[in-house]
C-alpha cells in the first residue's frame, strides 16, 4: 500500500488496529476522522476516543466532526486532492452520498460479523446470544444502505462456549487488521472484485441497552448463559432479588438437564462453593461470577461468605 493516500474513520479500540496496520503497510494516511471527545469516567472528564490517540502517535492529522452534511468540509481540513481509499471501521457516523464518493476507489468498511448475518449496530453479542458457531470479518464496499454493500473479501473464527462479547471484540479487531492487510491492496488495484450479499440471509443487529441485560430465569438456561457471555464487559447482566437487592452476573454457567425439583424459574435451589444455582425454564442457570452493588466482582463462594440468600429468589 506503498504511495497509496488512505484516509481512516473509527473511533473506538476496534478500530485501532486497522489503522495501526494501514501505517505500517506504509500508506500515507492524509486523514483520520472520529468522533468528538466525550465525558467518561467518575469525573466524566472530556476524553478522546482511541482512535484519535492512536492517530496523534503517529502524527496523522485528526478531524472530530459533528456531522458530516457539509460537502466543503475537505477543503476546510485542508485537503486539496481527495485520497484513493476511505477505509471505515466502527465510525458511528452515517457517511453522506458525497463522502462516499469522495474517494477515487470509493469507501470500504470493516464489519464484525459475516455478512450479510447480522447487520448492524451490535454483530458481536447478537452472534453470542443467536448461538451461532462461528462470526468474522466482513470488507465491504459501502453504499447507502446499512451494511448492504458487495463483499471484498471475509474472515472467520470459531465462537467457542465460553467467548464473551469482550473476548470476541478483541479476537475480531485483530483479524479486521489482518484482513486489512491482505485485501485493501486488491481494492485498491481492481484486482479484487466485490461479490453481492444474498438478501434473503440478512438478518439484524440492533444497537444494544442496558435494560436487554436484565435475565429473566423463564428462559431456558442456556439462552441466560449466552446473555451473561453477550452482555461481558458491557452492559454486563444482572438480575434482582426478591428483596431488593440487585446483583450484577459476570460469569454463569447453564445446566441444563438438571434437576429443578419443580422449583419455579428464579427460585434458589442451591448456594454453595460451585456457585449459585437458579432454576429457569429448563435447567439450571450456576452464577459462578457476581458484583453487588457498590462492590467489585467476585467469585460466588466470596460474595456467599458476605451475604445472606436464605428466603431469598430471583424476580
Given at each position: 500500500?506503498?504511495?497509496?493516500?488512505?484516509?481512516?474513520?473509527?473511533?473506538?479500540?476496534?478500530?485501532?488496529?486497522?489503522?495501526?496496520?494501514?501505517?505500517?503497510?506504509?500508506?500515507?494516511?492524509?486523514?483520520?476522522?472520529?468522533?468528538?471527545?466525550?465525558?467518561?469516567?467518575?469525573?466524566?472528564?472530556?476524553?478522546?476516543?482511541?482512535?484519535?490517540?492512536?492517530?496523534?502517535?503517529?502524527?496523522?492529522?485528526?478531524?472530530?466532526?459533528?456531522?458530516?452534511?457539509?460537502?466543503?468540509?475537505?477543503?476546510?481540513?485542508?485537503?486539496?486532492?481527495?485520497?484513493?481509499?476511505?477505509?471505515?471501521?466502527?465510525?458511528?457516523?452515517?457517511?453522506?452520498?458525497?463522502?462516499?464518493?469522495?474517494?477515487?476507489?470509493?469507501?470500504?468498511?470493516?464489519?464484525?460479523?459475516?455478512?450479510?448475518?447480522?447487520?448492524?449496530?451490535?454483530?458481536?453479542?447478537?452472534?453470542?446470544?443467536?448461538?451461532?458457531?462461528?462470526?468474522?470479518?466482513?470488507?465491504?464496499?459501502?453504499?447507502?444502505?446499512?451494511?448492504?454493500?458487495?463483499?471484498?473479501?471475509?474472515?472467520?473464527?470459531p465462537i467457542g462456549p465460553e467467548d464473551t462479547a469482550g473476548d470476541l471484540h478483541d479476537r475480531l479487531a485483530r483479524?479486521?487488521?489482518?484482513?486489512?492487510?491482505?485485501?485493501?491492496?486488491?481494492?485498491?488495484?481492481?484486482?479484487?472484485?466485490?461479490?453481492?450479499?444474498?438478501?434473503?440471509?440478512?438478518?439484524?443487529?440492533?444497537?444494544?441497552?442496558?435494560?436487554?441485560?436484565?435475565?429473566?430465569?423463564?428462559?431456558?438456561?442456556?439462552?441466560?448463559?449466552?446473555?451473561?457471555?453477550?452482555?461481558?464487559?458491557?452492559?454486563?447482566?444482572?438480575?434482582?432479588?426478591?428483596?431488593?437487592?440487585?446483583?450484577?452476573?459476570?460469569?454463569?454457567k447453564a445446566l441444563p438437564d438438571a434437576d429443578t425439583g419443580g422449583a419455579p424459574p428464579g427460585r434458589i435451589i442451591?448456594?454453595?462453593?460451585?456457585?449459585?444455582?437458579?432454576?429457569?425454564?429448563?435447567?439450571?442457570?450456576?452464577?459462578?461470577?457476581?458484583?453487588?452493588?457498590?462492590?467489585?466482582?467476585?467469585?460466588?463462594?466470596?460474595?456467599?461468605?458476605?451475604?445472606?440468600?436464605?428466603?431469598?429468589?430471583?424476580?
Amino acid at each position: 500500500m506503498q504511495d497509496r493516500r488512505i484516509a481512516f474513520a473509527g473511533t473506538p479500540e476496534f478500530a485501532v488496529p486497522t489503522l495501526e496496520a494501514i501505517v505500517a503497510a506504509g500508506a500515507e494516511v492524509p486523514l483520520v476522522l472520529t468522533q468528538p471527545d466525550r465525558p467518561a469516567g467518575r469525573g466524566r472528564r472530556l476524553t478522546p476516543p482511541p482512535v484519535k490517540r492512536a492517530a496523534e502517535a503517529h502524527g496523522l492529522r485528526v478531524e472530530q466532526p459533528e456531522r458530516l452534511r457539509d460537502p466543503s468540509l475537505p477543503a476546510a481540513w485542508g485537503l486539496e486532492q481527495p485520497p484513493d481509499l476511505l477505509v471505515v471501521v466502527a465510525y458511528g457516523l452515517l457517511l453522506p452520498d458525497w463522502l462516499l464518493a469522495w474517494p477515487r476507489a470509493g469507501c470500504v468498511n470493516i464489519h464484525a460479523s459475516l455478512l450479510p448475518r447480522w447487520r448492524g449496530a451490535a454483530p458481536i453479542q447478537h452472534a453470542i446470544l443467536a448461538g451461532d458457531a462461528v462470526t468474522g470479518v466482513s470488507l465491504m464496499r459501502m453504499d447507502k444502505g446499512l451494511d448492504t454493500g458487495p463483499i471484498y473479501a471475509q474472515r472467520s473464527t470459531p465462537i467457542g462456549p465460553e467467548d464473551t462479547a469482550g473476548d470476541l471484540h478483541d479476537r475480531l479487531a485483530r483479524l479486521g487488521a489482518e484482513l486489512a492487510a491482505e485485501a485493501l491492496p486488491g481494492v485498491l488495484d481492481g484486482s479484487l472484485e466485490a461479490v453481492p450479499q444474498d438478501e434473503r440471509a440478512a438478518t439484524y443487529a440492533p444497537k444494544i441497552d442496558k435494560a436487554d441485560a436484565r435475565l429473566d430465569f423463564r428462559r431456558p438456561a442456556d439462552e441466560l448463559a449466552r446473555r451473561v457471555r453477550a452482555y461481558h464487559p458491557w452492559p454486563v447482566a444482572f438480575a434482582e432479588l426478591s428483596d431488593g437487592r440487585t446483583l450484577r452476573v459476570h460469569a454463569a454457567k447453564a445446566l441444563p438437564d438438571a434437576d429443578t425439583g419443580g422449583a419455579p424459574p428464579g427460585r434458589i435451589i442451591a448456594a454453595a462453593r460451585a456457585g449459585i444455582d437458579v432454576a429457569t425454564g429448563r435447567g439450571v442457570l450456576r452464577l459462578t461470577r457476581v458484583q453487588p452493588p457498590s462492590s467489585r466482582p467476585m467469585a460466588a463462594e466470596a460474595y456467599l461468605a458476605a451475604h445472606r440468600l436464605e428466603g431469598c429468589e430471583f424476580v
